[in-house]
Nanobody, 127 residues
Framework: QLQLVESGGGLVQPGGTLRLSCAASGFSLQYYTIGWFRQAPGKEREGVSSISSGDVFTAYADSVKGRFSVSRDNAKNAAYLHMSRLKPGDTAVYYC????????????????????WGQGAQVTVSS
């Protein structure tokens, strides 16, 4: 059974740091582009970051550039999203997703391009 499981969410004060992890089981992540998405109440799901299968290219939403960093460890079949200088506007459910894209070693912030999704992890930024 193909599965992605996020962990590391929680409550953090503004300016704080969190690291989300995404663990895969039932398939190997090494051939997949990984994406991180978030969805706040009443809003559409938006792309946050993406990393290519070969760990060569990354992409970030403008709202998180310079604050978030995406990485992957294919040996551990996992991916990570390091979030720093968190703001209340970052509050959302965060999802990791895996995609086999048309072009090798590409990235995407488009949810519709991803075939496999985790269940989500709540991140709340509040004082």
């Amino acid at each position: 059974q193909l599965q992605l499981v996020e962990s590391g969410g929680g409550l953090v004060q503004p300016g704080g740091t969190l690291r989300l992890s995404c663990a895969a089981s039932g398939f190997s992540l090494q051939y997949y582009t990984i994406g991180w998405f978030r969805q706040a109440p009443g809003k559409e799901r938006e792309g946050v970051s993406s990393i290519s299968s070969g760990d060569v290219f990354t992409a970030y939403a403008d709202s998180v550039k310079g604050r978030f960093s995406v990485s992957r460890d294919n040996a551990k079949n996992a991916a990570y999203l390091h979030m720093s200088r968190l703001k209340p506007g970052d509050t959302a459910v965060y999802y990791c997703a895996a995609a086999l894209l048309r072009y090798h070693n590409s990235v995407s912030l488009t949810p519709a391009e991803y075939q496999h999704w985790g269940q989500g992890a709540q991140v709340t930024v509040s004082s």
